[in-house]
């Protein structure tokens, strides 16, 4: 059974910083793309950033460039996302997810999210 557990999520102001992290279960982990998505309050779930199953190519929506950092760490089965300068916007659930296709297409597992909230 495959399950992904995301931790890191909280409160925090404007221009503040929080990491996010997802350990992965019951699959390879090391042989998977992982992405990080986000769903805001009315919206759909949108991409945040991806990272191939070696480390070696990143991804990432234009509205997070130069703020966030995915990494991973295959001997721990876990897959972080560093967020710096965060803003309102940025308020959302984020989930991660195993992608299937490896090409950023899924289909996907998804974990089960965490809460961000920026505001002062």
């Known amino acids: 059974q495959v399950q992904l557990v995301e931790s890191g999520g909280g409160l925090v102001q404007p221009g503040g910083s929080l990491r996010l992290s997802c350990v992965v279960s019951?699959?390879?982990?090391?042989?998977?793309?992982m992405d990080w998505f986000r769903r805001a309050p009315g919206q759909e779930r949108k991409f945040v950033s991806g990272?191939?199953?070696?480390?070696?190519?990143?991804y990432y929506a234009d509205s997070v460039k130069g703020r966030f950092t995915i990494s991973r760490d295959n001997a721990k089965n876990t897959v972080y996302l560093q967020m710096n300068n965060l803003k309102p916007e940025d308020t959302a659930v984020y989930y991660c997810?195993?992608?299937?296709?490896?090409?950023?297409?899924?289909?996907?597992?998804w974990g089960q999210g965490t809460q961000v909230t920026v505001a002062s």
């Open positions: 990272i191939s199953w070696s480390g070696g190519s990143t």
């Open positions: 997810a195993v992608d299937l296709s490896s090409v950023g297409t899924g289909p996907y597992y």
């Open positions: 019951g699959r390879t982990f090391s042989r998977d793309r």
